[in-house]
């Protein structure tokens, strides 16, 4: 049984830079895909960041692109999201998510089988 815990949200300012952390147990971590989703209030959960199982591959959301980075270290069973340049619109909770069937990241929030609890990230005006 795998469990996800993600760490490392906060309230920064815009500009401002965070890493987010989501640590892995359980089965053996480089068998799954790793991905990266967001939800702000009121709006769907959207996919921002997802990387293949040897960390090789990795695919962003175009609103995201060249501001977040993800990583994995498979020795640590941890994923790493890094997101620098933060804005208002980046405000939401972020979960980390296990695919355990593709070999590359989807996009869909339907093709991940696992989940975090979430981490909060506010960035202020």
């Known amino acids: 049984q795998v469990q996800l815990v993600e760490s490392g949200g906060g309230l920064v300012q815009t500009g401002g830079s965070l890493r987010l952390s989501c640590a892995a147990s359980?089965?053996?971590?480089?068998?799954?895909?790793m991905g990266w989703f967001r939800q702000a209030p009121g709006k769907e959960r959207e996919f921002v960041a997802g990387?293949?199982?040897?960390?090789?591959?990795?695919n962003y959301a175009d609103s995201v692109k060249g501001r977040f980075t993800t990583s994995r270290d498979n020795a640590k069973k941890t994923v790493y999201l890094k997101i620098n340049s933060l804005r208002p619109e980046d405000t939401a909770v972020y979960y980390c998510?296990?695919?355990?069937?593709?070999?590359?990241?989807?996009?869909?929030?339907?093709?991940?089988?696992?989940w975090g609890q979430g981490t909060q990230v506010t960035v202020s005006a």
């Open positions: 990387i293949s199982r040897s960390g090789s591959s990795t």
């Open positions: 359980g089965r053996t971590f480089t068998t799954y895909v």
């Open positions: 998510a296990a695919d355990f069937t593709r070999l590359s990241a989807s996009t869909s929030a339907r093709a991940y089988e696992k």
